[in-house]
């Protein structure tokens, strides 16, 4: 395994789920189970077979005990690192990332902990040093799933994607223009400098931003400079790819400090130049070449037409991702880790072909159970019919029960006689025996609201 010494990895793993807010209520998003492993092992699986051998987490303070514990238990190889941050305070990944600087010595490579792919990571990491580039920005065509085609439980309602637009030159991959589809209605100004500066401009608001950034240390020190900016995906990025067509002062020396009032930005250009040596050290470097120096800031789009690559953060991509992981030429483990041996499966319909079974979970018999998962502590009664479900750890199912297409949250009941299809069920909520309920959010608010 080769030890990465020019890359830090960071994985941003502190985020609250507000798009899934009914599953992350009591318990952390990057804890929820995609197949047979928590979402934060795919990044991490990611990084650790390109070579990484250590990689920083942040996660919020509340959860840090709960999400250390579990990803231990992952066995990787790989040395990790728990950063905590105010869980109630609302902090964005620049904030996150400015929190480490002290800690961040190299270049940086940072990922959302619930993104899911099957790329090879070093194709990215040589977009990156062939051009010398000061940020590598992934993306992914739309994922090919014509034959997956799924209800998302809950109720009935159009899934609202929102779209990015973002502009690349397509012989060399520049990016040259980041925005939001929802900021213009019918026509978006394009600007002369951009125009002079690309005759190959792409426009695409179709492609899925993995929210996989590689970055120069100095835009670390950028950070830390301009405490203004909060996020990396929504400030820092279209700030960086629109000061690629600025114009800068080439007399700024590299050792030269800024003094700009505190209600001015600092001056990127003078942060972003290099120094002699760093420019020396790249002339000896195999990877890239050392046309353009003038050209300090440049920013590329990594479009990748992967398998797969989707960000498991909304309800519909959490289902999707989960009725195809075990297609997908993903390392899930081998046998026993999809089917724990430590589970107790006494049922003779149960399909493990198609399901996942966490560690202490007992099957009875006279059950029929397909093309579901069902983390550990479980227990499934007698008399009961599941397909196409997502059960989280130390989820009940009484007898007489049938679900069919629904997300059992985390030590949530369903008592005997119910019939649930197209539901959602929140963590430690119980549903009251024959209940009938189809495209329904079951929740514990819900349940006062009634009484």
């Given at each position: 395994m080769q030890n990465w010494l020019e890359f830090q990895a960071?994985?941003?793993?502190?985020?609250?789920?507000?798009?899934?807010?009914?599953?992350?209520?009591?318990?952390?998003?990057?804890?929820?189970?995609?197949?047979?492993?928590?979402?934060?092992?795919?990044?991490?699986?990611l990084l650790e077979n390109a070579g990484f051998r250590d990689t920083k987490i942040i996660v919020a303070d509340n959860y840090a005990s709960d999400i250390q514990e579990e990803v231990d238990q992952l066995g990787f190889e790989i040395n990790l690192s728990f950063v905590p941050i105010p869980s109630d305070e609302d902090w964005g990944t620049a904030d996150s990332l400015r929190h480490i600087s002290?800690?961040?010595?190299?270049?940086?490579?940072?990922?959302?902990?619930?993104?899911?792919?099957?790329?090879?990571?070093?194709?990215?990491?040589?977009?990156?040093?062939?051009?010398?580039?000061?940020?590598?920005?992934?993306?992914?065509?739309?994922?090919r799933d014509e034959q997956c085609v799924f209800t998302v439980p809950g109720p009935k309602s159009k899934n609202k994607f929102e779209k990015d637009i973002i502009g690349y030159d397509?012989?060399?991959?520049?990016?040259?223009?980041?925005?939001?589809?929802?900021?213009?209605?019918?026509?978006?100004?394009?600007?002369?400098?951009?125009?002079?500066?690309?005759?190959?401009?792409?426009?695409?608001?179709?492609?899925?931003?993995?929210?996989?950034?590689?970055?120069?240390?100095?835009?670390?020190?950028?950070?830390?400079?301009?405490?203004?900016?909060?996020?990396?995906?929504?400030?820092?990025?279209?700030?960086?790819?629109?000061?690629?067509?600025?114009?800068y002062s080439k007399n700024i020396e590299p050792n030269e400090k800024c003094i700009e009032d505190e209600e001015e930005k600092p001056d990127i250009f003078n942060i972003s130049k290099e120094s002699d040596i760093e420019t020396n050290i790249r002339s000896m470097s195999c990877f890239g070449n050392i046309s353009n120096v003038e050209e300090i800031i440049k920013c590329y789009a990594c479009v990748i037409d992967s398998n797969i690559g989707i960000r498991a953060n909304t309800l519909y991509d959490y289902c999707r991702i989960n009725k195809i992981i075990h297609k997908l030429n993903i390392n899930l483990g081998d046998e026993k880790d999809k089917i724990s041996p430590e589970a107790e499966i006494l049922s003779?319909?149960?399909?493990?072909?198609?399901?996942?079974?966490?560690?202490?979970?007992?099957?009875?018999?006279?059950?029929?159970?397909?093309?579901?998962t069902i983390g550990s502590r479980c227990t499934i009664n007698s008399k009961?019919?599941?397909?196409?479900?997502?059960?989280?750890?130390?989820?009940?199912?009484?007898?007489?029960?049938?679900?069919?297409?629904?997300?059992?949250?985390?030590?949530?009941?369903?008592?005997?006689?119910?019939?649930?299809?197209?539901?959602?069920?929140?963590?430690?909520?119980?549903?009251?025996?024959?209940?009938?309920?189809?495209?329904?959010?079951?929740?514990a608010m819900e349940r006062l609201m009634e009484i």
């Open positions: 960071v994985v941003m793993a502190a985020g609250k789920g507000s798009r899934i807010p009914e599953m992350t209520a009591t318990k952390p998003k990057c804890l929820l189970p995609v197949g047979n492993k928590p979402i934060i092992y795919y990044p991490l699986k002290d800690n961040i010595l190299t270049d940086v490579i940072v990922l959302s902990c619930d993104l899911i792919t099957d790329i090879d990571l070093h194709q990215v990491l040589n977009i990156y040093r062939n051009n010398n580039a000061s940020l590598v920005s992934l993306y992914f065509s739309p994922l397509s012989k060399t991959s520049r990016l040259l223009l980041m925005a939001s589809a929802s900021d213009y209605e019918e026509t978006m100004p394009i600007s002369s400098a951009l125009l002079n500066k690309c005759s190959n401009l792409t426009l695409c608001s179709k492609l899925l931003d993995s929210h996989m950034y590689i970055m120069k240390r100095w835009l670390v020190n950028y950070l830390v400079k301009d405490i203004n900016i909060s996020t990396l995906k929504g400030e820092l990025l279209p700030f960086v790819v629109k000061k690629q067509l600025s114009k003779n319909q149960f399909d493990k072909e198609t399901c996942f079974v966490g560690p202490n979970t007992k099957i009875m018999e006279k059950t029929s159970i397909k093309n579901s009961t019919r599941i397909t196409d479900c997502i059960l989280m750890n130390g989820v009940t199912i009484e007898e007489r029960c049938v679900l069919h297409n629904c997300i059992v949250c985390h030590d949530a009941v369903i008592s005997a006689g119910c019939e649930l299809k197209d539901c959602l069920i929140s963590g430690n909520f119980k549903v009251p025996s024959g209940g009938k309920h189809y495209s329904e959010v079951l929740t």
